[in-house]
């Protein structure tokens, strides 16, 4: 039975909000209308539907997606979750998504001697650790010229801008300005607005309003994370599509087989099967409910979704001893800008498989990567077409009961809260965003130029560039670990290879039989080393690309 924190069950009072009925299925015309939320405003506007084609048995018809589920369809497609929305009604949850903590960064990756820049939405942020180790968060810009802080250096503690040498620390406070006359007093004003951040269970979280005291018992907590003997894998990527995206993918189990086919020991595309969804809790601050597979007849694995961007799914598991054990599958989803997203991923247990023991954490990191990878082109794809269509996804998702419940839940779910975002996808509302996505260019620096403008499959210094659809720069720039490795592989690499060539040449020089033989068979050796190491490289920074066969 998965225990349920208090925190989590946190709720906001909500009102129904009752709309014009929509026309009646026999009188559905290209002009209906659907009525939606304007963002931050409890006012709507109208918006066009689509008309979908829909094949069946070879004829085509024009059927608007919502009626599908009055006919025979209503079997397998989700339909209205309650009798208010059959009706049209619409229920609304007072919420801004400023009052809210997000997810910032694990606090084992914050680097020690630089600062490092994040977003949240279209906040530009920047986060350092000072001298006394503790954590500060800022606004990622210089009151003086507006430079970004994040291309700064950390000096004595202090957040210094490198355009001007401007010092801040503590609360924003500007400490030292070179330019300033020794006799003048540093202006009130040069200062930068802060955020309040949090370290909990290794997390670091960041409340965004700066209207509202930070309410500290909406931080989450994670039961099992607690539990004597839980350990965790954990990684982070940036990812070059919508938080929203992200969180519809990571909530569907029945994509698995399909799209991950055999990328670990569980994922295989002949078990793809219906599935089993009860959704036992919905409340202004997300949903809950149990799944399994349809074979099984059992719904073993719980699921929990909380705003803003919070998705765990937990399993209870009894050895034939009675022992029970507990895994976590925890996704810390940011939304990082338009089309963008950080994701910190956790898997846990208390009891780790003996053979998951052999391999290092920079394996599962990797197979992590190569997942994301996996999934990228068609939800990069998705979030396309959801911004391009500019309608509901009511009216473009054919949402299955034995498959996509979660989704269906969670874009309902924004219905009701959309409106206090920056702008949404719902299920039956949407907000488009008010202005275009920012496009941030390279840095400067010809490994960065050259690689920027090549293909991300190839070319010169493509691990380097910053592009989301490249490994390195999505994890490995992330995380402490994986660069290390890195480094200790092209290390060796070098090591190696010189080692290698000396004992070929060696080997050359020499008369004795038996010397030439040692000596090649040790330079064969090296060699060896040095495949292994580039394969090792190659496997942490290198995409996955799916080679598509016959099945």
Not at 388 to 396: D, I, W
């Amino acid at each position: 039975m998965a225990l349920v924190n208090p925190f989590l069950l946190h709720t906001k009072t909500s009102f129904p909000l009752h709309l014009p009925s929509p026309p009646p299925s026999n009188q559905y015309s290209p002009q209906s209308q659907l009525w939606s939320l304007s963002p931050r405003s409890h006012s709507f506007k109208p918006l066009s539907l689509s008309i979908r084609k829909h094949v069946r048995c070879g004829a085509v018809a024009d059927i608007k997606a919502e009626n599908l589920v009055d006919g025979e369809d209503h079997k397998v497609l989700v339909g209205p979750s309650s009798e208010a929305e059959r009706r049209g009604e619409r229920v609304v949850a007072d919420y801004d998504w400023e009052e809210e903590w997000y997810p910032l960064y694990l606090v084992q990756n914050v680097p020690e001697d630089a600062p490092l820049g994040l977003k949240v939405f279209d906040k530009q942020l920047v986060l350092f650790k000072d001298g006394n180790d503790n954590f500060h968060c800022y606004e990622d810009r210089c009151p003086h010229r507006l430079a970004k802080l994040s291309e700064g250096q950390l000096v004595d503690g202090r957040i210094e801008c490198l355009y001007h040498g401007w010092q801040f620390e503590g609360e924003g406070k500007c400490v030292k300005i070179p330019q300033l006359p020794a006799d003048a007093k540093i202006p009130r004003s040069a200062c930068v607005k802060t955020y309040e951040v949090r370290d909990s269970q290794g997390v670091l979280w960041v409340w965004m309003s700066r209207k509202t005291p930070p309410n500290v018992s909406k931080i989450p907590w994670f039961e099992n994370f607690a539990r004597p003997g839980f350990q965790d894998v954990s990684t982070t990527h940036e990812l070059p599509y919508d938080h929203s995206i992200l969180l519809e993918n990571l909530m569907d189990p029945a994509h698995i087989p399909i799209s991950h086919d055999r990328t670990d020991w569980t994922a295989k595309r002949e078990d793809a099967q219906p599935l089993l969804f009860e959704v036992t809790e919905r409340t202004d601050r997300g949903f809950a409910g149990w799944w399994g597979k349809e074979k099984d007849g059992s719904k073993p694995n719980f699921l929990r979704f909380e705003a803003p961007c919070v998705l765990q799914n937990n399993r209870e598991i009894i050895g034939e001893n009675g022992e029970k054990s507990y895994f976590t599958g925890l996704f810390l989803c940011t939304p990082t800008g338009q089309g963008k997203s950080l994701l910190i991923v956790r898997f846990g247990t208390t009891k780790r498989s003996p053979l998951a023991k052999l391999f290092p954490k920079w394996y599962f990191h990797q197979n992590a990567s190569k997942v994301f990878e996996q999934d990228m082109g068609f939800l990069s794809s998705q979030n396309e077409i959801l911004l391009k269509e500019k309608v509901p996804t009511k009216e473009l998702y054919l949402n299955l009961k034995s498959s996509d419940t979660w989704v269906a839940e969670y874009r309902k779910w924004m219905d009701k809260v959309g409106h206090g975002m920056p702008y949404h996808f719902g299920h039956s509302t949407i907000s488009l965003p008010k202005e275009p996505a920012v496009v941030e260019h390279a840095p400067a620096g010809l490994v960065a130029g050259l690689s920027a403008s090549s293909p991300a499959k190839g070319g010169i210094g493509t691990m380097h560039a910053p592009n989301l659809a490249n490994r390195y720069f999505r994890h490995v720039i992330h995380c402490k670990g994986c660069r290390s490795v890195v480094k200790a592989f092209q290390f060796w690499k070098n090591v190696l290879s010189a080692v290698a060539v000396a004992l070929a040449a060696s080997a050359i020089l020499v008369s004795g039989r038996q010397w030439k033989a040692l000596l090649l068979v040790s330079a064969s050796l090296c060699s060896v080393g040095v495949f292994a190491c580039s394969t090792a490289i190659t496997m942490n920074t290198t995409n996955f690309i799916r080679m598509h066969r016959r099945l």
